[in-house]
């Protein structure tokens, strides 16, 4: 029987407790009092989840933090095209560009600012091309050049080197490099933040978790309509059983004020009905105080980081800066004390509508499935040295190991969550998502920190300032949507 049909009772809520003993984990139904017990399929659904070597299964405790940075609009191939062993540009490629009746190939592109180009669904789709990944020129020219006289956007077939952004090709050898890491959805970034903390991108009746509809342009954040996101997200099953968790904003939340604040699009929690339900408006706070709970060693067990628009790497805003602000955040990490227990999660939220070669997968049981591909990393002292993790991930996956780390396996699934939301599916449980768990290796010497330069001498020009501190002159109320 579907929930839906079912009687209220009978749509429990999920909490399993875990105990690790050596290289194998029991997970047991709680019953007690002031807890709410698992059926029976659920707790089978929850083991399933979590199947898999002994070993595995009791490492993933070894993580009490987990950090989840989210950077802007690149795609795979333009930061990662060429780096060994991993699913680059094929050799040959050249895409359609109508306006010089001709193609376009690949070229290394040493600048430092890019040229915003066309994301969202229908640019997505119409870059897939039906599984050719030949039109992203054509798409750029059809809706960037607006005037009769000849335009050419080849920019979209640039990609950047080793030495144009070494930190991230620093962490990728060290650490992990997630080489199939497609969008959640196929859409552009406010969908993109929403999958990334609840799963879905819906427009709902304000308040009504039963009435939201997918919808890959859902409504922003207004003043007008400051809580537009009815459904459920992680943090209602974090507070529930008592997992801290952070929600850091780089310079704040932009406001009239602080125009150069983390944009709506990147910091949509406070737009969720239950984070107001349960007060946890409180765990949104400001960069600083991340960086001063790295130090003290007192990070929450989940914390999301989102950037303002010039540390985004949005273009046009300036790779070097981006990288910067990201090496601080991870070497704040790496230099406290949390670094021993903790896993790093480094990933950009959609292509930007630069090129990429690998076509999605065919997974859309919501009206919003898989993406084009974008960079993706995990940092720990327990990922697998310089390891290239081929298998199909999104954003899905890192719900899913929050879950099965501090959650028991519990989904946000509104069968046995406590809060009954309209979403078709589990996105967590689709066969074709890979774990995150394979890019660990729990039972290896612990990694030391790798502390960066933020500031490495690169070859993007124009060379970046002293101090990679250089910013573009433009915020999010001016470049519309990202």
């Not at 974090?238 to 801290?244: A, D, E, F, I, N």
């Not at 499935?369 to 990922?383: C, D, K, L, N, T």
């Not at 959650?407 to 699934?413: S, V, Y």
Request: glycine residues 8%.
């Amino acid at each position: 029987m579907h929930y839906l049909h079912m009687p209220e009772q009978l749509r429990p809520r999920v909490l399993i407790r875990r105990r690790v003993m050596l290289a194998a984990v029991t997970l047991l139904a709680a019953a007690t009092a002031g807890t709410i017990g698992a059926t029976a399929q659920a707790q089978q659904a929850n083991r399933a989840q979590l199947r898999g070597t002994g070993t595995a299964v009791a490492g993933i405790h070894l993580i009490k933090h987990i950090i989840i940075i989210t950077q802007e609009n690149r795609s795979f191939d333009s930061y990662f095209g060429h780096y060994p062993g991993a699913d680059g540009i094929p050799s040959g490629v050249c895409v359609p560009d109508p306006a010089a009746k001709s193609c376009d190939k690949p070229y290394v592109d040493h600048r430092d600012s890019n040229m915003n180009f066309p994301h969202g669904g229908a640019p997505s789709n119409a870059d897939v091309n039906g599984g050719k990944m030949n039109g992203f020129v054509a798409v750029a020219e059809k809706m960037l050049c607006k005037t009769s006289a000849p335009c050419r956007l080849p920019g979209v077939m640039g990609y950047h080197t080793a030495t144009d952004i070494p930190n991230y090709w620093a962490y990728a050898r060290h650490f992990v490099l997630n080489s199939h890491m497609f969008e959640a959805a196929h859409s552009w970034s406010l969908p993109s933040h929403l999958y990334l903390l609840s799963g879905w991108s819906a427009r709902c009746t304000p308040g009504n978790p039963m009435s939201c509809i997918g919808e890959g342009m859902p409504p922003e954040r207004t003043p007008s309509n400051p809580i537009p996101f009815a459904w459920t997200d992680l943090t209602w099953l974090l507070h529930r059983y008592h997992v801290s968790w952070g929600f850091y904003l780089d310079h704040g939340a932009i406001s009239a004020t602080n125009p150069n604040g983390v944009s709506v699009h990147w910091n949509p929690l406070p737009g969720f009905t239950d984070v107001h339900q349960d007060n946890q408006l409180g765990s949104i706070r400001p960069l600083t105080v991340f960086m001063s709970q790295a130090s003290a060693g007192t990070l929450p067990k989940v914390s999301w980081v989102s950037p303002n628009f010039a540390d985004s790497e949005h273009p046009p805003a300036l790779i070097s800066t981006g990288q910067d602000y990201v090496t601080k955040v991870i070497n704040a990490v790496m230099s406290g004390p949390n670094w021993k227990s903790s896993a790093i999660f480094l990933a950009w939220d959609d292509w930007g509508g630069f090129y990429d070669n690998v076509v999605p997968p065919n997974y859309n049981p919501d009206g919003l499935g898989y993406g084009i591909r974008v960079p993706a990393m995990v940092i720990s002292p327990y990922a697998r040295q310089g390891y290239v993790d081929s298998q199909v991930l999104t954003s899905d996956a890192y719900l899913k190991f929050i879950e099965d780390d501090f959650l028991g396996g519990a989904r946000i699934n509104p069968a046995t969550d406590g809060r009954p939301d309209s979403r078709p599916s589990i996105r967590e449980n689709a066969k074709i998502l890979g774990n995150l768990l394979n890019d660990f290796n729990f039972t290896q010497t612990p990694l030391p920190p790798l502390i960066l330069n933020p500031c490495p001498a690169t070859t993007l020009t124009p060379k970046p300032p002293p101090g990679c501190n250089g910013k573009v002159a433009l915020h999010a109320s001016t470049w519309g949507p990202s």
